[in-house]
């Protein structure tokens, strides 16, 4: 198997934690994201000592944040040429109660929703490609396409 350079958000527990392990296991290049440095520098130990893959990497954001997504694809694409698979894992249920985002959006669209269609709709304005990505022409620069504001 082609050895994938795999992202997944949300990866600090549950079904993230669980894919990452796998995907480490299969000998990937798994970059884990979390919103807590401390929790994901943790999980990244665990996960190279439960799969002998130290090929594991942390990156950190708060999803709740676009200008957070569009810092984490700046982090990304400063250390990777390419994304072959993007995990859009993370998620969050805020107690089933409405709250806004600091940008205005309810916070659970926000992380589940709007950080996932910022950190992968098509774009011509990336620099950083990849031949494997899901469509031809996808760019992973374009998980900077946030933008501040009510709609996302
Ligand atoms: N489990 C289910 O039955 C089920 C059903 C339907 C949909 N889902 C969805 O599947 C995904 C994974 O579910 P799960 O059960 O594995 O959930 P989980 O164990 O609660 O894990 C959610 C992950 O998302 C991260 N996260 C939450 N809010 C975030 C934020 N604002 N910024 C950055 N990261 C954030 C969490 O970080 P922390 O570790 O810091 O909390 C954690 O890593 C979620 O999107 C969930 O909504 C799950």
Avoid at 110 to 132: D, F, K, L, Q, Y
Wanted: charged letters at 20%; proline letters at 3%; a positive charge.
């Amino acid at each position: 198997m082609d050895k994938k350079i795999i992202l997944v958000t949300g990866a600090t527990s549950g079904i993230g934690r669980e894919a990452a392990r796998v995907f480490l296991a299969q000998g990937h290049t798994v970059v884990i994201h979390g919103r807590n440095r401390d929790k994901a520098l943790t999980v990244r130990r665990e996960l190279a000592a439960e799969t002998g893959n130290s090929d594991v990497d942390v990156l950190v954001a708060d999803l709740e944040s676009l200008a957070a997504v569009k810092r984490l694809a700046e982090e990304f694409t400063a250390t990777y040429d390419r994304l072959d698979v993007l995990v859009n894992n993370a998620g969050n249920q805020y107690g089933g109660t409405w709250q806004a985002t600091a940008e205005g959006h309810e916070k659970t669209m926000a992380v589940g929703r709007c950080a996932a269609s910022a950190g992968t709709s098509p774009s011509r304005a990336s620099t950083a490609s990849t031949s494997t990505a899901p469509t031809p022409g996808w760019r992973v620069q374009t998980w900077a396409r946030a933008t501040s504001g009510p709609s996302c």
